[in-house]
């Protein structure tokens, strides 16, 4: 079936660091794929996706691109800041169906 | 536009109590879906309703657990008599139609606690 793997947090970086969250997934033909972001007590909300392999989907300084060789769809920032301390979702969804699948989320934690 | 709406944000129930959770989606959304979240784990599906309509519970658990979306007012998750096991944060998202490439909104969640 289809599945999510993202790596384990929590991630610790000193502000201005570079940031990378790996995602692998597991999934028949071609699912779309979604980071999400959940800033504390807040709701989740949609950061990028990507739809088709080698897309890039970037948003606030964040990218991921879609790798249909190595199934995965790896979360980058180039120079993080205390702000973008957050749970990270990776997430997919298969051309047939409606539902999104999970990851376990990453938690990141930016000290200045 | 306001987004989804849930309600309550939190909510303590003790063991055998019934719990309602609410949600409001997006004007312009007829598509609900309600997420489930334990503790230290992913989202994990549970329900896709239309207006009126159950498309997919294949997610839910089937004793205690249920589901609606009525014409009118907000689409409401019911749990009764909750156990401890319920205790988790409960998301609902809508959107405008069920296609792959469709964003989905989700609201804030509802954090229940079964004392």
């Known amino acids: ?3 999510v ?11 201005e660091a570079f940031l990378t969250i790996n995602c692998t997934y597991t999934a028949t033909g071609y699912p779309s794929l979604f980071w ?13 996706k ?7 989907g970037s948003n606030k300084g964040f990218e991921a691109t879609y790798r249909k060789e190595t199934t995965s769809f790896h979360l980058e920032k180039g120079s993080v800041q205390v702000s973008d301390s957050a749970v990270y979702f990776c997430a997919l969804r298969a051309r047939s169906n409606y539902q999104l699948i999970w990851g376990a989320g990453t938690k ?4 200045p | 536009n306001a987004g989804v709406m849930q309600n309550p944000r939190h909510l303590v129930r003790r063991r055998g109590q019934e719990a309602r959770l609410r949600c409001s989606p997006m004007k312009g959304h007829s598509h609900v879906y309600w997420y489930r979240q334990l503790p230290e784990e992913g989202l994990k599906f549970m329900v896709y309703l ?5 498309i997919d519970e294949s997610g839910m658990p089937k004793e205690r ?6 014409k009118e007012g907000p689409s409401i998750l019911r ?19 069920q296609g792959s490439n469709t964003e989905a909104f989700f609201g804030q969640g509802t954090r229940l606690t079964v004392v």
């Not at chain 1, 990141?108 to 000290?111: A, P």
């Not at chain 2, 657990?65 to 009525?70: I, L, Q």
């Not at chain 2, 909750?82 to 988790?88: K, N, Y």
């Open chain 1, 1 to 3: 079936g289809n599945s």
């Open chain 1, 5 to 15: 793997t993202q790596m384990e947090g929590p991630v610790t970086l000193s502000e």
């Open chain 1, 36 to 48: 999400y972001v959940q800033y504390p007590g807040e709701g989740l909300q949609l950061l990028l």
């Open chain 1, 50 to 56: 990507a739809t088709k392999a080698d897309d890039k």
């Open chain 1, 108 to 111: 990141l934690i930016i000290k």
């Open chain 2, 50 to 54: 239309q207006k009126e309509n159950i």
């Open chain 2, 65 to 70: 657990f249920s589901a609606e979306f009525p």
């Open chain 2, 79 to 97: 749990i009764q008599q909750v156990v401890r096991g319920d205790s988790a944060a409960y998301f609902c998202a809508s959107s405008p139609d």
